[in-house]
């Protein structure tokens, strides 16, 4: 069991939006703003894709937006591609478990 | 660019130990803090454990505590994870990424499989 909650897996069509949500608690989502998001394809490296709740690195798409509300952080993914297809992990920095906490991952279908 | 490159896995009887490494390339090494993760085969990933740019903070997981170095050599600009006392559940990809101090990681390798199994 994962220490931070997300759906196991989520669709959506060609250029529609979806939301992943992650859930923790007070001592980290809610408490820092230190909410980090990976892409992962299979047999591939975790790439970073938000961090710092909305931050997106350079060369990342605009597509990727990051927000949070509480305890629970969010990535959105508008104008889906297929190119989307992966499974998406949200991690946080925890002040009472230090320092990373991991999300189940996400896997995301592009129908 | 920068590139950091894993190696030193491989095939261990449980009770073994391993030592990993990590190439570090195109950055100033000395200035971030650096991470282990982990992804057990079909499974998601694990934080294992950082160090800071000069050494002086380091932290494990509880599932590695006790059992796992993490050590820097900033001259060589080399990140290594020096495993002792390995299990089967310690069977996984293990990947160097460069920390964004707490905030994550921003460049990963490629990952270097480590096999616990006799």
């Known amino acids: 069991q994962s220490a931070l909650t997300q759906p196991a897996s989520v669709s959506g069509s060609p250029r529609q939006s979806i939301t992943i949500s992650c859930t923790g608690t007070s001592s980290d989502i809610g408490g820092l703003d230190y909410v980090s998001w990976y892409q992962q394809y299979p047999g591939r490296a975790p790439k970073l894709i938000i961090h710092?709740?909305?931050n997106r690195p350079s060369g990342v798409s605009d597509r990727f937006s990051g927000s949070k509300s509480g305890n629970t952080a969010s990535l959105t993914i508008s104008r889906l591609q297929a190119e989307d297809e992966a499974v998406y992990y949200c991690?946080?920095?925890?002040?009472?478990?230090?320092?990373?906490?991991f999300g189940g991952g996400t896997k995301l279908t592009v129908l | 660019q920068v590139q950091v490159a894993e190696s030193g896995g491989g095939l261990v009887k449980p009770g073994g130990s391993l030592r990993l490494s990590c190439a570090a390339s195109g950055f100033t090494f000395s200035d971030y803090y650096m991470t282990w993760f982990r992804q057990a085969p079909g499974k998601g990933l694990e934080w294992v454990s950082y160090?800071?740019?000069?050494?002086?903070?380091?932290y494990y997981a509880d599932s590695v505590k006790g059992r796992f170095t993490i050590s820097r050599d900033n001259a060589k600009n080399s990140l290594f994870l020096q495993m002792n006392s390995l299990r089967a559940d310690d069977t996984a990809v293990y990947y160097c990424?460069?920390?964004?101090?707490?905030?994550?990681?921003?460049?990963w390798g490629q990952g270097t499989l480590v096999t616990v199994s006799s």
């Open positions: 710092e709740v909305k």
């Open positions: 160090i800071s740019s000069s050494g002086s903070t380091i």
């Open positions: 990424a460069r920390g964004l101090s707490v905030a994550g990681a921003d460049y």
């Open positions: 991690a946080s920095y925890s002040s009472i478990k230090p320092p990373f906490l």
